[in-house]
């Protein structure tokens, strides 16, 4: 019912900036909450931020480097979210997922989220 594709990701340099996309289509009239997430190899999924698709409230992961340098926004619509990236280092090397749910409750549990995306690889480079 409803369809999420991330794209921007690629590879960077440490202290460079990325931004992430993730486009929404079908049914994104039931969706209430996008959420960011990343995974590395052997590591737990991370969340990241969360934004209202109608509302433009957000939250975001409770890591301050993660508060300090990611920003999460949206279009008029909410059926484009970005995840600016700034500052980047190795240790942000993952594969970044968005994820669509219809409630805000449960916006930083992952098991929550109804629709993923495919993911999209970021790589940075020391």
């Known amino acids: 019912q409803v369809q999420l594709v991330e794209s921007g990701g690629g590879l960077v340099q440490t202290g460079g900036s990325l931004r992430l996309s993730c486009a929404a289509s079908g049914r994104t009239d039931t969706v209430f909450t996008i959420g960011w997430f990343r995974q590395a190899p052997g590591k737990e999924r991370e969340f990241l931020a969360a934004i209202g698709r109608t509302t433009g409230y957000t939250d975001y992961g409770y890591g301050d480097s993660v508060k300090a340098r990611f920003i999460i926004s949206k279009d008029n619509t909410g059926d484009m979210v970005y995840l600016q990236m700034n500052s980047l280092t190795p240790e942000d090397t993952a594969v970044y997922y968005c994820?669509?749910?219809?409630?805000?409750?449960?916006?930083?549990?992952?098991?929550?989220?109804?629709?993923w995306g495919q993911g999209t690889q970021v790589t940075v480079s020391s």
């Open positions: 994820a669509a749910d219809r409630s805000w409750a449960a916006a930083l549990v992952a098991s929550a989220y109804d629709y």
